[in-house]
């Protein structure tokens, strides 16, 4: 135990006596009253003693599930058992939220996506299956009495992850930790101490028999990290990434001469760096992973010039589509796959504006292209300049502000957010005298290349272009 004196143990208990509500005090009463244990533990207990916001309270118990079904019956306002299978019960008392689960151990069979669960009736036990040492510390109730049985204070202190047994069986019972280890290394700022680091590049792909969903879901957390890039970097030099995100590793393979970094992925880590500090609410999973994976093409598309010079012709192209198939395979929702991979599709559109030679119809088109994400695609091409050369970055930063100066120009003269035709389909069938079909769709198709090409021209004008068109095209 860590906390060897009385002292000590009073002033961590009175740390935690500050993030638990009456109510909690009161159903630990309940429990001790019907000859049980209950305890928080895990991350509140880590957080409270880091002074970070403490949002949900996790308890453990050694009462089996039915017991504690009778325990709160009466007692709480809500009950909940979606989780019994798994030991856990769910509560609610007043504006409270609560869950509840038996003491267990949880091991992955070797060719099992399923964990094991068995119950267990120590809370040292409980604490021993945890995945991290700042982890398995726990709050005895009522009262915060402070259980560290594997060091975890001191590990807060050195902001360091060890397992509380062996690395080797703390992941062969649950693979994802050795994702979640890297996620802390971003959430937290912690590093990674060399037995855990040495068992995560020997047991790596051990990480595929977790599902996608899972995989995702800690990938999600580490890239909305407070250090993505730090995180980032465990994955790779764990081997982790090869087996969730092999695209990654792949860049550092890849001399970068265009912007003079050792590799693509010093270039990304920057380009990551960069489109994090224009975030204005908090992180963008969409801007963070579009800024990670914008260059993952690259590898897939170098080419040799003349000269030793190299091209990477298209990788935007090539990356968009290997982003999409990526994103898909780690179960991302739909419209995160649309959004980042249109993203990594756009990213270099801006290089063609030159010294500002665009037409208005092609800032038009950029608009319209970009659609709802024109403000991530802002702040990514703005990341995507690395370049050392201070006369050529800023005179990059003044040209794309003259083109988001245009923009603005342009939005407010002709609302660009929603640029339509200025006929729609009803006038479309009326001025050609036609009825719903592919024709109409055609029409509209050809008035919207109109709108972006002239802009506002008028009603009369867009239906005497419509009729010109319609003869020419022969379908009056």
Same mark, same amino acid.
Request: glycine share 8%; charged share 30%; net charge negative.
């Given at each position: ?8 143990r ?9 993030v ?12 001790a ?7 928080? $533990?895990? =991350? ?5 003693l ?15 599930p ?27 008392? @007043?504006?409270h939220?609560?869950e ?9 069979d ?28 726990a709050?005895t109730?009522?009262?915060? =009495? ?29 693979p994802l ?5 890297a996620?802390?290394v971003?959430? !937290?700022?912690f ?7 040495? +068992? ?20 999600? %957390?580490l ?18 990434? !090869? &087996? ?14 265009? &912007?003079r ?5 010093d270039?990304?880590?920057i ?10 609410? @908090? ?13 993952i ?16 012709? &298209? ?5 968009a589509?290997?982003?999409k198939?990526?994103l ?7 419209? $995160?796959?649309a ?16 010294? @500002?030679?665009?037409?208005?119809? +092609? $800032? ?7 659609d &709802? ?5 802002h ?12 006369? %050529?970055?800023?005179?990059?930063a ?29 006038e ?8 719903? =079909?592919?024709l109409? @769709? ?19 004008e ?8 319609a ?6």
């Open positions: 135990m860590i906390v060897s004196n009385d002292e000590q009073q002033a961590v208990a009175q740390l935690l006596r500050r638990v509500p009456a109510e909690v005090e009161e159903l630990g009463g309940l429990f009253t019907a000859g049980h244990e209950l305890a928080i $533990v895990g =991350g509140p207990v880590r957080d409270a880091l002074n970070r916001p403490v949002t949900d309270l996790d308890f453990t118990t050694d009462a089996p039915h017991r504690i079904l009778e325990i709160i019956d009466g007692w709480a306002d809500a009950i909940w058992t979606i989780g019994i299978e798994f030991g856990t019960v769910g509560l609610r008392k @007043g504006e939220q609560l509840i689960t038996t003491y267990r151990s949880e091991t992955y070797p060719k099992s996506r399923k964990p094991e669960v068995s119950y267990g009736t120590s809370l040292v036990e409980d604490l021993r299956r945890r995945d991290f040492a700042v982890n398995a510390m709050a109730l009522p009262g915060c =009495g402070f259980v560290d049985p594997f060091g975890g204070l001191e590990d807060l202190g050195r902001r360091l992850l060890r397992t509380p047994g062996r690395p080797e069986d703390s992941f062969s019972d649950d930790r050795m994702m979640r280890a996620r802390f971003s959430q !937290l700022g590093t990674i101490a060399p037995e855990v680091m040495a +068992a995560m590049k020997e047991m790596s792909a051990r990480i595929e028999i977790v599902s996608a969903e899972r995989v995702q879901a800690e990938l999600s %957390k890239v909305c990290g407070a250090h993505p890039r730090e995180g980032l970097a465990a994955l790779v030099e764990s081997g982790l990434a !090869l &087996h969730v995100l092999p695209e990654l590793p792949e860049l550092r393979l890849e001399i970068d001469e265009h &912007h970094h050792k590799d693509v992925y270039h990304s880590m380009v990551l760096d960069q489109a994090i500090a224009q975030e204005e609410d @908090g992180p963008d999973l969409i801007l963070r992973l579009a800024a990670l994976l914008h260059d093409g690259k590898p897939r598309t170098r080419a040799h010039l003349p000269g030793g010079r190299v091209s990477f012709h &298209h990788h935007e192209m090539v990356g589509k290997m982003t198939k990526r898909t395979a780690l179960k991302y929702p739909k419209e $995160v796959i959004d980042v991979s249109r993203l990594v599709e756009l990213h270099l559109r801006f290089h063609g504006y030159g010294e @500002g030679e665009w037409t208005d119809s +092609a $800032v038009r088109r950029y608009v319209r292209d970009a &709802h994400l024109l403000s991530r695609l702040k990514l091409t703005r990341a995507d300049c690395t370049t050392r050369n201070k006369r %050529k970055a800023e005179r990059l003044r040209t794309y502000d003259a083109l988001e100066e245009r923009i603005s120009r342009l939005a407010a003269e002709e609302e660009l957010g929603r640029i339509r035709p200025e006929l729609d389909g009803v479309i069938q009326q001025a050609l005298g036609i009825t719903p =079909g592919p109409v @769709g055609r029409a509209y198709k050809f008035l919207l290349e109109l709108r972006l090409d002239q802009g506002m021209i008028g009603k009369e867009a239906r005497a272009a419509l009729l010109e068109w003869r020419a095209e022969n379908v009056l």
